[in-house]
């Protein structure tokens, strides 16, 4: 079968620029598209690349969906390139959304929200708390560390006093470094969480996130042998490749996967089937068509119950 093809490249401008470890981010660009088939039903899918992260630019992604004719076949959809990995979930994401195999209910997921870098999450937190928010996530190994950790502790201090004792459920934070910090700046997070976490008290560090670069695995194991508190993978585990190689490695703590720029989903579902990991799904400022059809999957794969990484729309005007 062949389908009528559209795109249609956008901008969306963030309402404060995003601080990461990876530098200040203004504007997130991409690509939304449509397949229409023979009975004039339109499927809709997202390219959102993040070339920092590993997956093709921008320009990648445009170059490839100029070169494409009008109308493409199944065959196209599902043979192209692993280094167009964004690509690849647009494309299939379109194709499910026309040859849907299940029903799946992505209202029954919770959220973790994302917190500013920064003593603005002093604030923050409150506003996202009062709106039924229960996980949060700190961008941390942006400034110096002593001034961070000063404002971990005062986020900690707030969440405290502001919590009555008979709060039913934890509060959830999760502490995302973007392979910001050395081997002994991880030790001294991973100390502070400890204590939080031995404490048992109304808040719990879920996890620290990514605190070193991709090329120092080996070092992260050894974190996850010597602290109690949970690590988790993320820009090393950007493509399948990279997830299975963690895996073989000896990862058994949390995989961070962000399935718009994971690369295909059926092999992305193939993969998480065959060896059921603790998977956190997270968002890449998709807009809510990237959002849908990656919280679909997500419904599908998530076998811990841990909230996604979308609450992330407070960072955009509309």
């Not at 996202?128 to 996530?137: D, I, M, R, Y």
């Not at 700190?138 to 110096?144: L, M, N």
Request: with cysteine; glycine share 6%; aromatic share 12%.
């Amino acid at each position: 079968m062949n389908y009528q093809f559209q795109f249609q490249p956008y901008q969306r401008p963030f309402k404060i620029p995003l601080k990461t470890a990876h530098g200040m981010w203004k504007m997130r660009e991409g690509i939304i598209l449509n397949l229409t088939d023979k009975q004039g039903n339109i499927g809709w899918g997202e390219i959102a690349p993040l070339s920092w992260f590993g997956s093709e630019t921008m320009e990648d992604a445009l170059i490839f969906c100029q070169q494409l004719p009008s109308r493409i076949s199944i065959e196209t959809i599902f043979t192209i390139p692993d280094h167009l990995p964004a690509c690849q979930f647009g494309f299939e994401s379109a194709f499910t959304e026309l040859n849907p195999n299940s029903f799946l209910d992505i209202n029954k997921l919770h959220y973790s929200e994302l917190l500013p870098a920064g003593e603005t999450v002093l604030t923050t937190w409150k506003t996202l708390f009062q709106q039924g928010a229960k996980t949060f996530k700190w961008k941390i190994g942006v400034d110096d560390i002593t001034e961070e950790i000063n404002i971990f502790q005062k986020l900690i201090h707030s969440i405290t006093t502001t919590l009555s004792p008979t709060q039913a459920q934890k509060i959830h934070l999760r502490l995302d470094a973007n392979e910001g910090l050395t081997f002994e700046q991880a030790k001294k997070w991973l100390e502070h969480c400890d204590l939080i976490n031995a404490n048992q008290g109304l808040i719990e560090i879920e996890f620290l996130e990514q605190p070193l670069s991709i090329d120092q695995l080996d070092l992260m194991l050894e974190l996850c042998d010597r602290y109690s508190t949970l690590l988790a993978l993320d820009e090393s585990v950007a493509n399948l490749q990279q997830l299975n190689s963690c895996y073989q490695q000896g990862w058994l703590d949390i995989f961070v996967i962000k399935p718009a720029i994971f690369g295909s989903p059926k092999k992305l579902k193939n993969f998480c089937q065959n060896h059921e990991i603790d998977a956190v799904f997270s968002s890449v400022f998709e807009t809510n068509i990237g959002q849908k059809s990656a919280l679909k999957i997500a419904s599908e794969l998530l076998f811990y119950n841990r909230a996604v990484g979308f609450g992330i729309n407070h960072w955009f005007t509309g």
